[in-house]
């Protein structure tokens, strides 16, 4: 199998390829029509933040299974294209929290003490003592908002420096942030309260341009605003003016709304403190990711486990042994359903009996409607797009599950429902996991679901 390295990685990862067997060719800098040009070679892409992954380049992806970002931004991937192809798309959302967290401090460090300024003015010839008088960080008030991985990190750190540590995130549950030990605010009051505010939330159309003029102006005067998350939660344009007018006394930005930046009043603010994109430029944090992505996406690759991925539930080793068994049954059911059901469908319940309880059976329910797509629609069905293109066609999928069956250990039993009529087909596995289906429609039947069978209803 062929992987394209179109982004910076770590040779630990780029090693990991090779002694696992794959071809990998190693191209960055490319432009999106090269990309475009190439791209349908290759099983896996890796990147970072410099490539987009388009839909226009997707449709020429015709081999690709799977996209991995060294990193946890994904903004620069169009996801709902990837899943309605059939493409994984993973992260690394563990392995640089680190390093972006202690840049976060860093930054809060260089802009209280006018550190930047300090250093080009010394080189400069001036030794300007009295202009660069900083700020105690000890009981200044910082406002965090999001606490994941990176926002807890920095938050902890913050505490660490005695500083009084404000957080706001709509995901997390207050009292997740208290027994943290930290105080849940509202956002508008964390606005009120805060001498600094650091953003730590994916890009999303809810958190694009959200520290924008009307944020600003709750904010204290003076307040200190730092961005070491996504380019584009912070409003550039609505930053500088509220630099200008002395609103916000100071910024600090690892990340930009177009990266490079180019020249813009922003970057000629004295007050700006700003990094090229730095957050998870440590070595240590390069291989971390490195390792991390090529790890991910060999194991998928070669075994079909799938961990940190975005558009399809994650199914790891442990899972995978317990359900693997049932993905070939399940898919057979739901191939058998296609050719019994009367279309279109309504709507497809799966009912898990007997030992399921407490497992992810949503790639069992997966394998269900791949088999059942597969035979009468003309994209090609797997089972990251199968639930996508069920629902493009009005069909619900529900699924439910019992603890006991009268009959068997396990049993699977799918119900197509359409304005015709209701149609059931259950299965189960005998001996050593041979799948078998045991019901069809109000008939017990004992049935290998392989090869070619004639079933005639009489």
Aim: overall charge negative; glycine content about 8%; proline content about 4%.
């Amino acid at each position: 199998m062929k992987v394209l390295i179109s982004d910076n990685l770590g040779e630990a990862g780029i090693k990991m390829f090779q002694e696992e067997g794959f071809e990998v060719d190693v191209n960055m800098g490319l432009s999106p029509d090269e990309l475009k040009g190439i791209i349908g070679n290759y099983d896996a892409l890796i990147i970072r933040s410099a490539t987009k992954v388009t839909e226009d380049l997707l449709e020429s992806a015709s081999c690709l299974k799977v996209i991995g970002r060294a990193g946890i931004g994904l903004d620069n991937v169009e996801i709902p294209a990837a899943s309605k192809r059939g493409i994984v798309v993973m992260n690394t959302p563990g392995d640089n929290v680190i390093t972006t967290a202690e840049h976060t401090i860093a930054l809060i460090l260089s802009l209280t003490r006018n550190i930047p300024l300090g250093t080009s003015s010394l080189k400069d010839g001036r030794w300007e003592k009295k202009n660069l008088q900083g700020k105690e960080l000890y009981n200044k008030v910082l406002g965090v908002i999001g606490f994941g991985k990176v926002g807890s990190i920095v938050a902890d750190r913050a505490r660490g420096l005695k500083m009084q540590v404000i957080v706001y995130d709509p995901f997390v549950t207050p009292e997740r942030i208290e027994k943290a030990g930290f105080e849940y605010v509202s956002l508008d009051e964390l606005y009120k309260k805060a001498d600094y505010i650091t953003v730590h939330v994916p890009k999303l159309k809810e958190t694009t341009g959200m520290l924008n003029k009307e944020a600003f102006d709750k904010m204290k005067d003076g307040v200190m605003i730092i961005n070491c998350a996504r380019g584009g939660i912070v409003k550039e344009e609505d930053l500088y003016e509220a630099m200008k007018s002395g609103k916000v006394a100071g910024a600090a930005l690892d990340v930009f709304e177009v990266e490079p930046p180019g020249k813009s009043s922003l970057l000629g603010m004295d007050r700006l403190v700003c990094t090229p994109h730095l957050g998870a430029s440590t070595k240590e944090a390069q291989t971390n990711v490195a390792v991390a992505v090529a790890s991910q996406i060999i194991d998928y690759l070669k075994n079909g486990t799938i961990i940190n991925a975005v558009n399809i539930p994650s199914v790891t080793g442990e899972l995978m042994t317990k359900l693997g068994p049932f993905l070939a049954l399940a898919e057979r059911i739901g191939c058998l359903m296609a050719q019994l059901s009367s279309w279109p469908l309504k709507e497809v319940v799966i009912d898990y009996t007997g030992d399921f309880m407490g497992l992810d059976l949503s790639p069992v329910s997966r394998a269900v409607i791949k088999g059942l797509l597969t035979p009468v629609v003309k994209d090609d069905v797997n089972f990251v797009n199968a639930i996508i293109l069920a629902k493009e066609r009005g069909i619900r999928v529900t699924e439910t599950t019992h603890s006991e069956s009268k009959d068997y250990l396990n049993l699977i039993t799918v119900s197509t429902i359409s304005p015709e009529a209701t149609n059931t087909v259950a299965g189960t596995l005998f001996g050593k996991k041979e799948p078998r289906v045991v019901k069809i429609d109000n008939f017990r039947v004992e049935m290998v679901p392989q090869g070619h069978l004639v079933l005639i209803n009489n």
